[in-house]
């Protein structure tokens, strides 16, 4: 059984060749000492992390399973060592605020981490990535009060975050939750209600665990505006920082779920547990969407870094398995890798792997010019350009995440439906990708109806002519270019035939997803453009050889998905929101 190996080569070819990062960094605050070298030097410990200790607890977790006993959530053996060693690193603040403990290392670095500890351990990554999200949550938005109490802890790992929103008679519409929160008189509030699906929502890590929820005041009106933001700790905590009396939050149950079997999700009781506000009251949903969009980033990136995990069983499976007569030689048994159908399977898989890594760390420069730039024009573009690409990283690196351990099971053939060589297990993980932080649906609506209008449909638009200048660059090679090109064309159409629809959300809807794929597809595209590219002038010949394969294979194979998505956008809504209810 393979043992997953950190892309490191790819990732220091995305940054230094593609990316330019040293020359991309040296613009921006408080990253003057960081390059290329730093980089890969800090890339390869948090790789060995990944690979030599939470990558072998991943299948006897999924085995194991958290499980409650008598009100204490316990996780899978191994775990609670690994996170100890994951804090003990410090890369629980990698890219958090220096002045409350983190390392204050740019998000491109974040992100290239997420994707190898996804890879590693679906189950595992949710536990730092959700904290990370806290901190981002409380950092923007909590008074300093909570900021040097809270933000300190959560950086050092000792303490870990969770968010909770969901109630069993409000998922998606936030409106309609009903947790209350009553001011208790000494600025504090009394927290009471049930959220479900609450990930990481209590461990054996020891410490404590801060959850961000979702409350009404008393007088809150109904709906979204009358949302408030409150911080609930496990255990309150004391003058000197120490921890105090068990809070008010225990553990109901714990789902029982389809995939990650290690991460415990809870269903969590609230009863009258003391919690402090976030930011204004009645504004608990913008404070809790920085959150959300962090999040919504990072399950993106878990679909890449599962997909890239399932990539490498199955190629290393390929080479290994002996079977049939080779097409391309003598040699009887074959291994499977010279078998057409096997060879177009793996390609497949790493068209969205090798792409969809440079378009989750161009996107990450791009939070980090939003954060750091020193010119205010600069920082409202790239925050502009990252709300626009959040739905669709998120949306469309899932369903192709899950797509590719689908496609890599298939490699295994029979192999892939049974436990032990842990392809099913990645299948039924990747599955929650495409629901959780808001389903992938909704992403496509919040696409079409939200990001595409934004500015008057200007950003978007802005976004595409610099695609287009991008892969009309000297040095492209216009194999890889034109079609990618002609379909960056298709798109413009398409995007201007959605922003005609106007406020039609019911013809907007029926197409969304179909949209958001059609968006991805070019980005991918324009990211094999660079790629390629790039690849001519990188020193080893080997590199060049598996981009221009890569680029070739999307844009001869998966590319010209595109016209299908073309003409599915363009068709008469009527034949999806014109059916009655009884025809469906």
């Not at 399973?65 to 053996?77: E, Q």
């Not at 007088?219 to 496990?234: E, R, T, Y």
């Not at 660079?530 to 070739?552: L, N």
């Amino acid at each position: 059984m393979s043992i997953f190996a950190p892309p490191l080569d790819e990732m220091r070819f995305i940054l230094e060749s593609v990316l330019d990062l040293d020359t991309a960094l040296a613009e921006l605050d408080g990253c003057e000492d960081v390059n290329v070298e730093l980089a890969t030097a800090v890339l390869e410990e948090a790789g060995k992390l990944c690979s030599e200790v939470i990558a072998p607890i991943n299948l006897n977790g999924d085995k194991q399973g958290a499980s409650l006993v008598d009100g204490v959530v316990h996780t899978p053996k191994g775990y609670a060592d690994a996170y100890r060693a994951f804090a003990a690193g410090n890369w629980t603040g990698l890219s958090s605020d220096p002045a409350y403990g983190g390392q204050g290392l740019p998000r491109v670095l974040q992100i290239a981490m997420d994707e190898m500890v996804s890879s590693a351990s679906i189950s595992f990554s949710l536990f730092p990535g959700l904290s990370r999200g806290a901190m981002e949550a409380i950092h923007a938005h909590a008074d300093e009060s909570l900021k040097s109490t809270y933000l300190p802890k959560l950086a050092s790992g000792e303490w870990t975050g969770v968010m909770a929103l969901t109630e069993s008679g409000a998922g998606t519409d936030l409106g309609l939750l009903k947790t209350r929160a009553e001011p208790i008189g000494d600025g504090s509030y009394s927290i009471s209600g049930t959220k479900i699906f609450i990930s990481s929502g209590d461990h054996d890590f020891g410490g404590n665990i801060i959850h961000l929820v979702l409350a009404r005041l008393p007088d809150a009106p109904h709906g979204v505006k009358g949302i408030s933001l409150f911080l609930v700790p496990k255990f309150l905590v004391e003058a000197d920082g120490s921890l105090g009396a068990r809070n008010g939050v225990n553990i109901g149950a714990l789902e029982h779920k389809m995939g990650i079997h290690a991460q415990p999700t809870c269903v969590v009781n609230y009863d009258g547990a003391t919690g402090y506000l976030v930011g204004e009251a009645g504004r608990g949903l913008n404070a809790m969407f920085t959150m959300m969009n962090a999040e919504r980033l990072f399950v993106g990136v878990q679909g890449l870094g599962i997909a890239e995990a399932a990539y490498q069983k199955a190629r290393a499976y390929a080479i290994e398995r002996k079977q049939g007569r080779s097409p391309l030689s003598a040699e009887t048994p074959a291994a499977i890798l010279s078998h057409a159908d096997v060879r177009r399977m793996l390609l497949s898989i790493r068209a969205f792997t090798g792409a969809g890594r440079a378009f989750a760390l161009w996107t990450a420069l791009e939070l980090d010019r939003a954060t750091r730039h020193p010119d205010g024009g600069m920082r409202q573009k790239a925050e502009n350009r990252v709300a626009l690409l959040t739905p669709v990283i998120k949306a469309a690196f899932t369903d192709l995440g899950f797509e590719a351990t689908v496609t890599a099971q298939q490699v295994f053939g029979g192999h892939g439906y049974i436990q032990e060589w842990g392809m099913e297990q990645l299948v039924r993980d990747a599955r929650i990708t495409q629901i959780y932080e808001g389903t992938n649906g909704v992403q496509a609506m919040d696409l079409v109806t939200r990001k595409l209008p934004a500015d008057g449909g200007t950003i978007v638009r802005a976004f595409f002519s610099d695609i287009r200048l991008d892969i009309e660059k000297d040095g492209t090679d216009p194999a890889i270019a034109g079609p990618v090109g002609d379909v960056l064309g298709r798109l413009e159409a398409t995007t201007e035939h959605l922003l005609s629809l106007g406020n039609d959300v019911l013809a907007t809807g029926a197409v969304a997803t179909d949209y958001l794929r059609l968006f991805a597809l070019t980005c991918l595209g324009w990211m094999w453009v660079r790629m390629e590219a790039a690849s001519r002038d990188h020193a080893a010949q080997i590199k060049m050889e598996r981009v221009h394969a890569g680029a070739a294979f999307f844009v001869q194979r998966i590319l010209p998905q595109a016209l299908a998505l073309e003409a599915s956008i363009t068709a008469d809504a009527a034949t999806v929101i014109g059916i009655p209810d009884h025809a469906i």
